[in-house]
T-cell receptor, first 109, second 114 residues
Framework: KQEVTQIPAALSVPEGENLVLNCSFTDSAIYNLQWFRQDPGKGLTSLLL?????REQTSGRLNASLDKSSGRSTLYIAASQPGDSATYLCAAGGFKTIFGAGTRLFVKA | KAGVTQTPRYLIKTRGQQVTLSCSPISGHRSVSWYQQTPGQGLQFLFE???????NKGNFPGRFSGRQFSNSRSEMNVSTLELGDSALYLC?????????????FGSGTQLSVL
């Protein structure tokens, strides 16, 4: 049974700081790993998708890596901004997409 | 291109009632999946439909059911509502649910059971 864990559960950083969010999964038989952003009371917005055969993906200030052998993915956010404040969720894609509990990020101006 | 549309946005029901939620996927998307989000359990997979057929199902009781129509629109139904069914229900669509496809989510239906 796939289990996805995200660390830390919450994070508060000053504006401009670079930060790393961590995601681990127990079953390496995934076909992709996605990172999402969720604002309060809203749906999820897909940020990055890494297929199981890939190692990383980049979009603007965001970079996500995937290491299937160790069951880990990281989301790197460069030069954080107050607008980045949200909950970030990772999801292990398979027959059933399994989500982590998320990391709540607050970026202070 | 319109995004994923979920209706209604908010619902208030009482215990024992039933409820139907609707999801219209992005045009051309044939896979629709449903999720329940609660503060305690997070996001949990309910089921996924593709071309009117349920392909995958999560670990929810039979009170939770769904269907998909020929135009890919999907509905989910919860019968005999319980207090614990209060949650944000999200649906997501993708073209075929292939490994290179992102999931696109709607804004959700917030269900409150009193």
């Amino acid at each position: 049974k796939q289990e996805v864990t995200q660390i830390p559960a919450a994070l508060s950083v000053p504006e401009g700081e670079n930060l790393v969010l961590n995601c681990s999964f127990t079953d390496s038989a995934i076909y992709n790993l996605q990172w999402f952003r969720q604002d309060p009371g809203k749906g999820l917005t897909s940020l990055l998708l890494i297929q199981s055969s890939q190692r990383e993906q980049t979009s603007g200030r965001l970079n996500a890596s995937l290491d299937k052998s160790s069951g880990r993915s990281t989301l790197y956010i460069a030069a954080s901004q107050p607008g980045d404040s949200a909950t970030y969720l990772c999801a292990a894609g398979g027959f059933k997409t399994i989500f982590g509990a998320g990391t709540r990020l607050f970026v202070k101006a | 291109k319109a995004g994923v549309t979920q209706t209604p946005r908010y619902l208030i029901k009482t215990r024992g009632q039933q409820v139907t939620l609707s999801c219209s996927p992005i045009s051309g998307h044939r896979s629709v999946s449903w999720y329940q989000q609660t503060p305690g359990q997070g996001l949990q997979f309910l089921f996924e439909y593709f071309s009117e057929t349920q392909r995958n199902k999560g670990n929810f009781p039979g009170r939770f059911s769904g269907r998909q129509f020929s135009n890919s629109r999907s509905e989910m139904n919860v019968s005999t509502l319980e207090l614990g069914d209060s949650a944000l229900y999200l649906c997501a669509s993708s073209p075929y649910r292939d490994s290179d496809e992102k999931l696109f989510f709607g804004s959700g239906t917030q269900l409150s059971v009193l």
